[in-house]
C-alpha cells in the first residue's frame, strides 16, 4: 500500500476563528481533530500518483503485469478525461483504467472489482486508488460540513491469491432513493447534507453490509482481526462495531488526524493498520448515493 497526504492541516482552533464552533463541540460530535488540506498544486491526480507510486514500490511488483488502474474519487481535476488517465500515464503505466464514482464506498467498490477482473483471468494484477480533494467540494463557511472533509490519497496494489487468502466474500449496495441527503445540487457549486440521516443510513447500511460480507465469507465477526471503518465519525464507527459484533479494539480509527477524506479514507487507515500477513480484515464503507461497500479480505496471498 502507498499513501499521500498534503502538508497543509486545518485544526479544530483554525475552524474556532472561522466559523461558530468549538474544538470540544467538533470533538464530541466526530472524533475529529484536524484534517489536510491539498494546495492548488496538489490535485486529486497528484495525490493519487504519489499514493500509486508508493504502493507499487512497496509491492515490488513489475509495473508491467499491472493491467487495471482504478480511481475511486469524488473531486477530479476536470471533466473529462477521468482522472485514472492522468494517474496511468503519470506512473507509466499500459493497461485498462477508469474512475469509479461511489463517493466514500468507492475504494471498496474498486477492490471489489479489481477482485472480479483478477479471479477472472481479465488482469494480472491491479491498482486501486482512493483519493480525494474536498476542500475543493465543501463551503468554507458551513459550520455543518466544513468540520467534517479532508483531502488525501491512497492506493493498494491486488495480486492473485491462494483461494484461502484475498477478497473472501464481499456486498455492494445503493439505494438512491437517499441520493439528497448528502448531494451537490444541480449547478451548485458546495456539498450538501442531511447530517441526521446520513449518521441513521451510515448505521444501518454499514451493519447489513458487514453482516452480508461475513455470510458470503462464512466468517464470524469475531473472527476479525482487523475492523477498517469508513472515517466519518468515531460514533458511526462505535454505533456499528456494537451492532455488527465486532471488537472495538481491533477498530481502526484515525479520523481525527485526517477527518473523513471519502474514497481515501478506509485505504489511508489500512495502510496505517498494517495488517498481519493471515490476519481476517473486514472494510466496510458508505457514502453519498446511498451507497456502501463491504469486503473480508484474508491479508496475504498464501502463495
Ligand atoms: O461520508 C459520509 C459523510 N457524512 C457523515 O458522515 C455525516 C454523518 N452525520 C454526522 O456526523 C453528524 O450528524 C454531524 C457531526 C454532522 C452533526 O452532529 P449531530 O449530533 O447530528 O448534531 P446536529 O446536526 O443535531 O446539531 C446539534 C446542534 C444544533 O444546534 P441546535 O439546533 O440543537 O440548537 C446545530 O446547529 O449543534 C449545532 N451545530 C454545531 N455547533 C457547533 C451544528 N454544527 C455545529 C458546529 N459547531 N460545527
Known sequence: MGTALPAGKLTNFDLEKRIDTTNEWILDRTGISERRVA??????????????????????IDPELIDLLIVATITPPQKLPATSAFVQDNLGLACGAFDLV????????????ADSLIKTGGARAALVIGAETLHTMVD?????????FGDGAAAGVMVPSAPAYGVLGSDIG??????NILYVPPGAEFVQMDGKAVFRGAVRACVQSATTALERAGIKGEEIDVFVPH?????????IVERAGLDNARTVKNLDKYGNTSAASIPLA???AQPNDGDLVLLCGFGAGMTWASAVIRWGTGL
Open 140 to 148: 468554507p463557511m458551513d459550520r455543518g460540513t466544513v468540520i467534517l
Open 39 to 60: 494546495t492548488d498544486d496538489e490535485t486529486t491526480d497528484v495525490l493519487a500518483t504519489a499514493a500509486g507510486a508508493e504502493a507499487i514500490k512497496a509491492s515490488g
Open 231 to 239: 472515517q466519518a465519525n468515531t460514533r458511526i464507527i462505535d454505533a
Open 270 to 272: 489500512l495502510a496505517e
Open 102 to 113: 461511489a463517493a466514500c464506498s468507492g475504494f471498496v467498490y474498486s477492490v471489489v472489482m
Open 174 to 179: 445503493c439505494d438512491g432513493s437517499l441520493a
